[in-house]
Structure formats: C-alpha cells, structure tokens
C-alpha cells in the first residue's frame, strides 16, 4: 500500500474534520499534510463536503425546530426505550430445555435394552410354557453374527 492510498483510506473513512480522527492520526496529520499530494485530497474532500453541506442547507430552507418538538425529543430520549431486538438465547436455559429429552431418550433406550436383553435370557429358562413377549433378539443378534450383512 502506498502512503498516497493509505492516506486517501484514511481521509474516505474520518473525512476532513479533525475532530473526527483518531487521536493517533490528529497527532500525524500534520505531518501527512505536509505532503503535497495529501494536501490537495484533502482539500478536494473538504470542498466537496462544503458543497454537499450548502445543498442541505438550501434543500432544507433553513427549517427550525420549534421548542415543542424539542420539548417532546427531550422526553421521549429521557424515557427507558424497549429492546426490539430479541436477546441470544441463554446456554443455560437452552440445556434446561433439551435435558429433559436427552434424558428421555437415554432411559427409552435403557429399557429396550433391558427387554431385549431378557427376553434372551428368559427364552430358555421358560421354554415354551412361559408367557412373554418375544422381540426376536436371538433371531437379529444370530443375523447380526453372520457374514450376510
């Protein structure tokens, strides 16, 4: 980047009031508008501002507030003003919200682990007297065993 371009950066993003730079730079303008080629950008700048300033001031035709629209501005800024804009959502309440399903889930599946489980087991201790649900487990786990997958 040159210093041409680096100023010109500068001078397109804090414009010409001085006020308006950050101290670091107000400190080296001076210096920067030593250069000759720094001092005619800013003083192109400076003029197309004063020519956008005029145009307001003759497109506004020189309006005034009245001391009403003052007085109801004084008040509505000094008035607590609501947030629009909805708040992130809090981690906390986030995992309050899925805890309850995360832990549904995890017992679902501790039951049907435990039914399956015995319904191996009990398979042979009842034999074919016994009533009970058979899920099949010793069918899936003989077919889950074999190379056919």
């Given at each position: 980047?040159?210093?041409q371009?680096?100023?010109s950066t500068l001078l397109a993003r804090y414009g010409t009031r001085r006020e308006d730079w950050p101290r670091r730079y107000r400190l080296v303008l001076p210096l920067l508008l030593s250069i000759p080629a720094n001092r005619d950008s800013w003083s192109a700048l400076a003029a197309e501002e004063?020519?956008?300033?005029?145009?307001f001031q003759c497109e506004s035709g020189g309006l005034e507030m009245s001391s009403a629209l003052m007085q109801r501005l004084a008040v509505i800024s000094e008035r607590p003003q609501?947030?629009?804009l909805r708040e992130p959502a809090n981690d906390e309440l986030a995992l309050r919200r899925l805890l309850p399903i995360g832990v549904s889930t995890a017992m679902a599946s501790l039951v049907l682990g435990v039914a399956v489980g015995f319904s191996d087991v009990s398979a042979p201790l009842f034999g074919d007297d016994a009533q009970y649900v058979d899920l099949g487990s010793v069918e899936?786990?003989?077919w889950l065993q074999s190379e056919e997958l």
């Open positions: 980047m040159t210093q371009s680096g100023f004063k020519a956008l300033e005029n145009l609501q947030n629009v899936a786990s003989a």
